[in-house]
Each structure stands twice: as structure tokens, then as C-alpha cells.
């Protein structure tokens, strides 16, 4: 897929954040255009889930800028940035479900919360839930599937505003390989289908070939390298090396 041309989705200059005396992030700067995925890795605690939450304004960087579509998120007031969080569909590392509610519920939480105009809402919801493979489950509660269940209900729910931006943390920690591996085929669906931007945040460099354009690799809080995954392969810096390796 050619997205040389394509406008970014997201634009992160210059992060900084820190949490006490820990520097989480010290300047990362990327770009991703519509329709392309990219792959942030890099070990634990190296800042790749912090970036997400910034990017959704969850948390706010220290320092830096952060525009989706053109919007910088890091000086929106709060009735704006839950408008603009309305295109943005994020998949916790744990799916992060209501326990009380139902799958059915769940899904439909978003086009409750923000309001929306979508005519249908019901049949938004089993459409959602049809496409991850749910359709079945929706009057089940969350302590009643597995785990690749609620990833799936989870994504489902990201989907549920039709956003053009998907942030993923981790989507299949915990999963077996073949409920992996569904996962990655949905994530696929989705790029190809409706042509949305993607962030993953995973330790899954086998599954991240799968579903990437691109990858950024992380390491104590600065991005190393970003480029396909030949190009990470053909680098010399010894950290690139060393996390290729370990992850192969």
C-alpha cells in the first residue's frame, strides 16, 4: 500500500513525559498517515503505552505537540477533545469492559456516551458484533467469555463511532496463537476495508509482521528506528540487533 502522499492521521513532535523523577518519554516524534498501520515495540516500560494514552489526551505530555488531523490535541478544551475523541477508537491491553453491562451494553456505551446522530444504534451494535464473531454472545456478561472473547467485544466497541484512528495496546496479550491470530485478521479487515490509521502497541513481533506497514522501535523512552520490517533487519545500531534477536 502506497501512504507516501497521504496526510497524517496523527503528528507527535518533540514528546516529553515524566512521572516523578522517571522520564518516560524524552522527545519522540512520529507520523502516520491514513490508512497505514504502524507498529511501536521496544521492552517493557519503555514508554509505548504512555504514548497511546497521550495521543488519546488521556494524559498530557510535559512538552511537545500532538495534532490529529490537524488538531492539536494538547490544547483542546474539554468539550472539544471529546468530540475529537469520538474518531478515535482505543482497544485496551485488557479490553477494560464494564463488568455490570452486558456485551450487547458494552459495545453500545460509545454511541451512548457522546450522543451520537448514528439512526440505528441496535443494529449498529449487532452489526459490531457480527463482525467480530460476537453476534451470539451479546446478552452474556463479561465475566462469562474468555479472554479473546472480550478483546474481540472490546475492538468492537472501539468500532462502535466509525472512527478513522485506532490505537491498539497490546491486542493479543494473553491469547492463545490462533485467537491471535484472529485478532490480527480483523485488524487487517479493518485497514483494508475501511482504510483506517493504526497505532499497535505489542511485544508480538511475529503477529506485528502480520498487520504492520511500519514499525518504530522504542527504546528507554526514544524512538530508535521507524521503517518497514527489511529495513529494521538491514540496521546496524546494536539495540535493533539485540531486540530482533530476542524477539525471533
Known amino acids: 500500500m502506497d501512504t507516501n502522499a497521504a496526510a497524517p492521521a496523527v503528528e507527535c513532535q518533540g514528546l516529553h513525559k515524566r512521572f516523578g523523577s522517571l522520564e518516560v518519554l ?3 516524534s512520529l507520523s ?10 521496544g521492552r517493557s516500560g519503555t514508554g509505548k503505552s504512555v504514548l497511546l494514552k497521550l495521543i488519546v489526551g488521556l494524559q498530557k505530555p510535559d512538552s511537545g505537540s500532538i495534532h490529529i488531523h490537524g488538531q492539536d490535541v494538547t490544547h483542546l478544551k474539554a468539550a472539544e477533545l471529546n468530540a475529537l475523541r469520538a474518531r478515535v477508537g482505543y482497544l485496551f491491553q485488557d479490553a477494560a469492559l464494564y463488568d455490570s453491562m452486558t456485551v450487547e451494553q458494552n459495545v453500545a456505551f460509545p454511541l451512548r456516551h457522546h450522543q451520537t446522530q448514528i439512526p440505528n444504534s441496535a443494529d449498529r451494535v449487532r452489526q459490531l458484533l457480527a463482525f467480530v464473531g460476537m453476534e451470539a454472545d451479546g446478552t452474556k456478561l463479561p465475566s462469562e467469555i474468555s479472554g479473546g472473547m472480550k478483546k474481540r467485544v472490546g475492538l468492537a466497541r472501539a468500532l462502535a463511532l466509525e472512527p478513522d484512528l485506532l490505537l491498539f495496546d497490546e491486542p493479543t ?10 485478532i490480527e ?24 509482521q502480520a498487520i504492520s506497514n511500519r514499525f518504530a522501535l522504542m527504546n528507554e523512552g ?27
Open 26 to 28: 524524552r522527545g519522540v
Open 185 to 208: 485478521q480483523l485488524m487487517c479487515k479493518l485497514q483494508k476495508e475501511q482504510h483506517v490509521a493504526s497505532i499497535v502497541v505489542t511485544h508480538d513481533l511475529r503477529g506485528a
Open 222 to 248: 526514544t524512538i530508535v528506528t521507524v521503517g518497514a520490517f527489511d529495513e529494521l533487519e538491514r540496521s546496524t545500531d546494536p539495540f535493533v540487533k539485540q531486540f530482533l534477536r530476542a524477539a525471533s
Open 32 to 41: 502516520v498517515p491514513q490508512g497505514e498501520t504502524l507498529v511501536v515495540l
Open 173 to 182: 496479550a494473553g491469547l492463545d496463537p490462533i485467537t491471535s491470530g484472529e
